[in-house]
């Protein structure tokens, strides 16, 4: 399957066809991303491991509403490597504050109100 999944996104990025929207992020996103877990599930989980996994569901909350300031701040979609970097990083520090402000201290009182004996 992942054969398949990489010879369509060749077809596509050497052809342009059937490029539009989102195809394009989710066919590189797994042909990145599968060799990617593979590669990393040799490795022991540490602290940096589990923290990358608890905001990787605010990364994608975040990342559409961060494409969309950027695309209006310069005009176009991030285009060049300095741009994509810019709209790695502010997804990732947007996912950051949302996972410290929102999701850890709900996290907190749910565990809290579980531990309680009634």
């Known amino acids: 399957m992942y054969s398949v999944i990489f010879l369509l996104f ?3 990025g050497s ?3 059937l490029i539009n ?4 992020e989710i066919l590189l ?3 990145l991303g599968l060799p990617l877990i593979y590669f990393l599930k040799s490795f022991e989980r540490g602290k ?3 923290f990358l996994g608890s905001i990787s569901y605010g990364i994608y909350l975040c990342h559409f509403t961060v494409k969309t300031v950027i695309q209006n ?3 176009h979609q991030p285009g060049n490597f300095r741009e994509w970097l810019i709209f790695i990083v502010l997804s990732i520090l947007c996912a950051t504050v949302s996972h410290f402000i929102v999701e850890y201290p709900i996290e907190k009182l749910r565990h809290r109100k579980r531990t309680v004996i009634v």
């Open 29 to 31: 996103g797994v042909v």
């Open 15 to 17: 052809t342009g066809k």
């Open 10 to 12: 060749l077809y596509m």
């Open 48 to 50: 940096i491991d589990s």
């Open 73 to 75: 701040v310069i005009g």
């Open 21 to 24: 929207g989102q195809s394009k």
